[in-house]
C-alpha cells in the first residue's frame, strides 16, 4: 500500500538529537511549510521548484535529505544529487542519509550496493534492484556535477556560500534537471551579502523563475526561547514585539544569543537569524541610508491600488508634433498607484533612463505638497513607449512637472517636446553647449547634482519615510553603498535606477518648492 511523503517520513526516517540518541523525524512548523509547497507543485502537476531563505538550524537540510530519501528509496531509475558548499557538510549531509537507511525496518530496506564515493545506490549487483542512486558532491570541488547524467531531485544546499565558478556549477546541475511533472529542485541557504543567491531570490520573489521563495525566520523556530528573568525591554526589543508578535522569552533567547554567540553584534544577529528577508541580505558595504528603517518600513507598505499602463491613439503632424488622443489607463504592470491624483493638486515625476541598457527606463511620482511618492513606472526599454508613458502619467497627475535624466539620452525629453507637453522641468543652470531652448529642459547628473539628488533621498528616509510606498525602490536602497571610493552606488552586481529616479523627484520637488 502506498503510503505519502509526510507519513514516511515521520513513520520511518531516524534523526540523532542533540545528545546522540535516535528520535523519529517529526516535522516542525518550518518543515512542513516546506512540505506544503512541494505538495502542492506535486497535485498541481508542475515540476517542484522551490528556494528557501532561512534562519540558521531550522531543520531545511533535515527535511529535505528525508524528502529526497524517500523518493529515491521507493521508486525505480531515480537519480538524486546533494550539493553541499564544503567538504565537512558533504559528510554531513550523507551521514544523515545514510543512517536513514540503516535505520529503516528490514522490510522496507531496498537491496543496496555502495561505491567508494558519497552516494548510495538502490541496485543489485545483478542490474535487478531498484537502479536509483543518491550523490552528494561538494560545490567548487572540482566533481563534474551532473554532466553526462539525468537528476530527478536536486539539493542545492547553503548556496550561498558556494565557491568556485557558481554560476558554471549552477548551469550544469540545473540543466541535468528536465522540467517535467516528477522532477524536483530545491536550493536552501542562509543568506551571505547580496551575492548570487540574492539574484536567485529577487529572481523568484518577483516572480521570473517557477522557484517559490519561502522564507523562514528565527521567531518560527520552537526551540528558540529562554526563560525571561523581567529585564525591562529596550526599544528594539518593543519594536519587534510588537511588530512580529514576539513573546517575552523569544526577545530573551534573542538577547542572550547576541550577548553570548556573537559578540554583542545586533546586525550580526540579522545576518545570522534574520525575522525578514531584508534583514537577511543587510549589505556587507557601507549603505547610504538607514537600513533599519528601510527595514521597518518594508514591514508596513502596502501594495499598489492599481497597476496598469496608458493606451492611446498616436497621431503625427507635418511640423514633426506628435499628439496622443484617446489616452485610457488599461491593465498592465508598468505603472503602479498607491494614490490617485487629487484635484488641484500639483505633482512632481523623476525620471531616470536606461543607460547603455544595463538598467531599465524608471520613474517616481510626488505629490509635491506632501512629498509622498504616488506612483511609479518602470520598463526595460523602447524609448518611444517610455516618452509616450511619462506624457500620459504627466497628463494623468494634473500635469506634473516631469524632469528626465539626460545624461544617456535626450531622445525621450525631445519627444515630451515634440508631444508639446507643457509641464516638463527646465535646468536652473543650462549647459549652455546647447543653443535648442528644448536642451534646458530634463535633468543632468554631475558630480554637483548627484550628491544633492542622494542628500534629498536620505533626508527622506532619515526623517519622513513613511512618504515612501515603492518596496522595490527601498529594497534598492539597501544595496545603495559607498565603494571604496567614496562614491554612492549600487553594491556589486545590483541596480540604482529606481534610486535615482526618485532622488531625481525629491531634488525636482525641491526645486519646485522654491
Known amino acids: 500500500m502506498a503510503i505519502n511523503t509526510q507519513k514516511y517520513i515521520e513513520r520511518f526516517l531516524k534523526i540523532r538529537n542533540k545528545l546522540g540518541q535516535k528520535q523519529d523525524l517529526i516535522l516542525n512548523q518550518q518543515q512542513k511549510k516546506a512540505y506544503e509547497v512541494l505538495a502542492s507543485q506535486y497535485k498541481s502537476g508542475k515540476p517542484q521548484r522551490l528556494v528557501i531563505l532561512k534562519a540558521?538550524?531550522?531543520?531545511?537540510?533535515?527535511?529535505?535529505g528525508g524528502y529526497f530519501f524517500k523518493r529515491?528509496?521507493?521508486?525505480?531509475?531515480?537519480?538524486?544529487?546533494?550539493?553541499?558548499?564544503?567538504?565537512?557538510?558533504?559528510?554531513r549531509l550523507f551521514n544523515m542519509v545514510k543512517n536513514y537507511y540503516n535505520d529503516l525496518?528490514?522490510?522496507?530496506?531496498?537491496?543496496t550496493k555502495y561505491s567508494n564515493k558519497k552516494e548510495l545506490v538502490f541496485d543489485t549487483q545483478d542490474g535487478k534492484g531498484l537502479r536509483s542512486e543518491y550523490r552528494v558532491g561538494t560545490a567548487g570541488s572540482g566533481d563534474k556535477l551532473g554532466r553526462g547524467s539525468t537528476i530527478d531531485n536536486l539539493h542545492l544546499s547553503e548556496y550561498a556560500f558556494y565557491s568556485g565558478e557558481v554560476n558554471k556549477t549552477m548551469t550544469a546541475v540545473l540543466q541535468a534537471v528536465p522540467n517535467t511533472a516528477n522532477t524536483c529542485i530545491i536550493i536552501e541557504s542562509t543568506a551571505n551579502g547580496?551575492?548570487?543567491?540574492?539574484?536567485?531570490?529577487?529572481?523568484?520573489?518577483?516572480?521570473?523563475?517557477?522557484?517559490?521563495?519561502?522564507f523562514i525566520g528565527w521567531n518560527e523556530v520552537k526551540e528558540y526561547r529562554m526563560r525571561y528573568d523581567g529585564f525591562a525591554l529596550d526599544n528594539e526589543e518593543k519594536r519587534l514585539k510588537e511588530t512580529y508578535g514576539l513573546d517575552n522569552e523569544q526577545l530573551a533567547w534573542r538577547r542572550w544569543q547576541i550577548a553570548n554567540n556573537l559578540n554583542g553584534d545586533e546586525n550580526l544577529f540579522k545576518q545570522e537569524y534574520p525575522i525578514t528577508p531584508e534583514e537577511a541580505f543587510l549589505s556587507t558595504g557601507d549603505c547610504v541610508f538607514n537600513q533599519q528603517k528601510i527595514i521597518e518600513r518594508l514591514d508596513k507598505v502596502k501594495q499598489p491600488i492599481i497597476s496598469g499602463e496608458f493606451t492611446y491613439d498616436k497621431e503625427f503632424f507635418g511640423n514633426g508634433h506628435i499628439g496622443l488622443r484617446n489616452i485610457q489607463f488599461t491593465s498592465g504592470e508598468h505603472i503602479k498607484i498607491w494614490k490617485e491624483p487629487e484635484k488641484g493638486q500639483k505633482y512632481v515625476i523623476g525620471a531616470d533612463t536606461a543607460g547603455e541598457g544595463s538598467d531599465s527606463f524608471e520613474a517616481s511620482v510626488l505629490n509635491l505638497k506632501t512629498g509622498e511618492q504616488v506612483a511609479t513606472f518602470t520598463h526595460l526599454n523602447d524609448e518611444d513607449y517610455f516618452a509616450e508613458q511619462m506624457y500620459c502619467l504627466g497628463k494623468y497627475y494634473n500635469w506634473a512637472t516631469v524632469g528626465i535624466e539626460n545624461n544617456f539620452s535626450t531622445y525621450p525629453t525631445k519627444q515630451l517636446d515634440k508631444m508639446d507637453y507643457p509641464n516638463q522641468f527646465i535646468r536652473r543652470h543650462e549647459d549652455k553647449a546647447y543653443d535648442d531652448i528644448s536642451m534646458q529642459y530634463g535633468v543632468k547628473t554631475t558630480s554637483i547634482t548627484r550628491p544633492l539628488f542622494i542628500t534629498s533621498l536620505k533626508s527622506v528616509v532619515n526623517n519622513n519615510i513613511e512618504?515612501?510606498?515603492?518596496?522595490?525602490?527601498?529594497?534598492?536602497?539597501?544595496?545603495?553603498?559607498?565603494?571604496?571610493?567614496?562614491r554612492a552606488e549600487a553594491d556589486k552586481g545590483k541596480h540604482d535606477d529606481k534610486v535615482m529616479a526618485l532622488g531625481i523627484a525629491y531634488y525636482i520637488r525641491g526645486e519646485e518648492l522654491v
Open 467 to 486: 512618504l515612501l510606498n515603492d518596496a522595490e525602490t527601498l529594497r534598492q536602497m539597501l544595496s545603495f553603498v559607498k565603494n571604496v571610493k567614496g
Open 72 to 91: 529515491t528509496a521507493t521508486k525505480s531509475n531515480v537519480n538524486t544529487l546533494v550539493v553541499a558548499h564544503d567538504n565537512d557538510s558533504s559528510d
Open 105 to 111: 525496518p528490514d522490510a522496507l530496506k531496498p537491496e
Open 56 to 64: 540558521r538550524q531550522t531543520g531545511m537540510s533535515t527535511f529535505v
Open 194 to 214: 547580496f551575492n548570487h543567491f540574492k539574484d536567485l531570490w529577487d529572481r523568484a520573489v518577483a516572480g521570473k523563475s517557477d522557484f517559490y521563495p519561502l
